[in-house]
């Protein structure tokens, strides 16, 4: 018995339904859509492209510094080491901007920006698109609830006709063809 209770008890536990308000459910909706989330990641890669692509126009500073011992120590050459540099160490800094490069680099910029603001345009048209979808299945669940109040007056409704209709046959006042 205590075992039968208990199995209940789990299924009426995991069978437990919770209410969301509209807001809550249009929240999670928007949260675990995966379109949602594909459009959002479309978003943030469209806007690390624009980062990049803009880059472009910062000025390019390269660090470079160099060991070489084979250059510092030759091999012996008539009883005397000859070496083509005595410590071996290079170093070095190149800077590059571009100046000009006949609007390459804009034109990019640009068509990245564009690119940018049209996912998070298709971003936000989904969201609103779910958003309504989740209301109007909100708005569809409570005509639903009113259709079936509407019924059960009727069957209530009918049910009381019939009883009427079974005790005027009862007392003659009607036949059952009526």
């Known amino acids: 018995m205590r075992r039968l209770l208990g199995i209940y008890l789990l299924f009426a536990l995991t069978l437990q339904a919770e209410v969301l308000t509209l807001q809550e459910s249009i929240n999670s909706t928007l949260k ?12 943030k890669q469209s806007k690390a492209s624009y980062k990049a692509a803009f880059a472009d126009y910062l000025p390019q500073v390269d660090l470079s510094a160099e060991y ?21 160490w290079n170093a070095g800094v190149n800077l590059k901007q571009k100046v000009w490069d006949f609007s390459k680099t804009s034109s990019k910029v640009n068509a990245i920006k564009i690119d940018k603001d049209i996912s998070a345009l298709s971003l936000n048209e989904l969201k ?9 299945l909100y708005k569809l669940m409570i005509v639903q609830n009113e259709a079936v109040a509407v019924r059960k007056k009727d069957l209530e409704s009918k049910k009381a006709y019939y009883e009427q209709a079974k005790a005027l046959v009862e007392q003659g006042l009607k036949t059952k063809a009526d």
């Open 32 to 43: 675990n859509y995966p379109d949602v989330k594909s459009f959002a990641l479309k978003l």
């Open 68 to 88: 070489n011992a084979i250059e510092t120590y030759a091999l012996p050459v008539n009883g005397s080491f000859h070496t083509k540099d005595d410590d071996g």
């Open 128 to 136: 609103a698109f779910l958003a309504y979808k989740v209301k109007s």
